[in-house]
């Protein structure tokens, strides 16, 4: 049997254009395909996907009122460094922060959760 691999990772909003923009630049990628419902990001050898919902609503965190639907963890060398770098981009930062001296937790422009880890 033929082994499937991942193709691409996509992420639900309300439009498209701008999230993929903003982890295009984030992640230093390619906005690769881009129409009205549907853009994709080529980064690292991986496809992200941003894909319109209509009535989409971001998840909630840490309620579980809505799931998170995905959370992306992203390794960096420079916690705070990529964190000015990401809310400069369009992220914004949780209140809450279960360990911020080797994690902080930030929401994309969709309100997707993230988390940049050292």
């Known amino acids: 049997m033929p082994t499937p691999t991942l193709a691409a990772i996509n992420l639900e909003c309300p439009d498209p254009a701008p999230l993929a923009a903003f982890w295009a630049r984030l ?4 906005v690769v395909l881009e129409t009205p419902d549907y853009c994709a990001v080529s980064a690292a050898g991986l496809v992200l996907g941003a894909a319109r919902v209509e009535g989409y609503r971001p998840p909630t965190w840490p ?3 809505r799931s998170q639907q ?3 963890d992203l390794r960096v060398d ?3 460094g990529a964190e000015r770098d990401a809310l400069a981009l369009g992220a914004t930062k949780e209140d809450h922060q279960p360990s911020p001296e080797r994690s902080r937790v930030l929401r994309d422009p969709a309100g997707h959760p993230f988390c940049l880890r050292a």
Not at 27 to 30: A, E, I, P, Q, V
């Open 27 to 30: 992640l230093d990628g390619t």
């Open 78 to 80: 420079d916690l705070d």
């Open 70 to 72: 995905v959370h992306l």
């Open 63 to 65: 309620s579980n009122d």
